[in-house]
């Protein structure tokens, strides 16, 4: 199977025929594989298409390649899943940004809470969603997606509920944003909120100790709805993953509760 690689210049523009340089990180990973012309790469840029490509020429410096077939494919997930995360401590979050885009999450909100013990702010906050962009597009080459998981920019939990549109406390409507909460504490199981209409889903998930009672009254205030995942306390690492992998295999479909 030919390497998958991403690359973030737009394919779709390449003239037909007509060999490019591949960037430094692409081209690093070709020279790894000891390539040589007439060697071929799948390459993506995000747009959700995919070619396959041959490389013309390998140098100590550059790799050059040509486009030879486009494909148009979907490997997206259905409905489009959101996670806003409070960041645990000790790296945890590369695991949960990896799994996370294999899963098919289209999104990643990472967040500091009252009970954060991750907290990152400037170029050290930039620096890190810049590292797990790199996680999500590694992940993206090896999956097979072709949109590789989007890292937002490190918020505050009260500065991103501030800058969600509003939302009633209501079933949403048809093809509405369904926004859900995750608390130990709920009543209310997942399976009862996932099955109220077919629109996008955004998953709040506090950090080991959960969210502050203030927190989660806030989160309501924007339109989300407390949810348990059952009788077990799951770690802040892996109560998203759980979310996102019943999503995945068909939860909001009427599948069996959470």
Do not use: Y
Request: hydrophobic share 45%; net charge neutral; aromatic share 4%.
């Amino acid at each position: 199977m030919a390497a998958r690689l991403f690359v973030e210049q737009p394919l779709g523009a390449a003239a037909p025929e007509e060999d490019f340089a591949l960037p430094a990180g692409a081209a690093r990973h070709v020279q790894v594989l000891r390539l040589q012309p007439g060697g071929q790469v799948v390459l993506f840029d995000g747009s959700g298409d995919e070619w396959t490509a041959e490389v013309t020429a390998m140098g100590r410096s550059e790799v050059r390649v040509v486009l030879r077939e486009r494909h148009s494919v979907d490997r997206e997930l259905r409905p489009s899943v959101t996670l806003a995360v409070v960041m645990p401590a000790n790296d945890r979050m590369d695991g949960i940004v990896e799994k996370a885009c294999e899963l098919g999450a289209t999104a990643i909100q990472p967040l500091m809470s009252e009970r954060s013990v991750l907290r990152l702010t400037g170029d050290r906050a930039q620096k890190k969603q810049a590292h797990w962009q790199g996680v999500a597009i590694a992940a993206a080459e090896q999956c097979g997606r072709t949109r590789p998981l989007w890292v937002a920019p490190v918020q505050t939990l009260s500065a991103w509920l501030a800058g969600l549109p509003a939302q009633p406390q209501s079933q949403p409507a048809a093809g509405g944003e369904r926004r859900w909460l995750l608390s130990p504490v709920a009543a209310e199981p997942l399976s009862t909120r996932s099955r109220e209409g077919h629109g996008p889903v955004v998953v709040l998930s506090g950090p080991e100790g959960g969210l502050s009672a203030d927190e989660e009254q806030a989160a309501r205030a924007r339109g989300f709805f407390a949810v348990q995942l059952g009788p077990r306390i799951l770690r802040a690492d892996t109560a998203p993953l759980a979310v996102l992998g019943w999503v995945a295999l068909g939860g909001t479909d009427g599948a069996s509760a959470v």
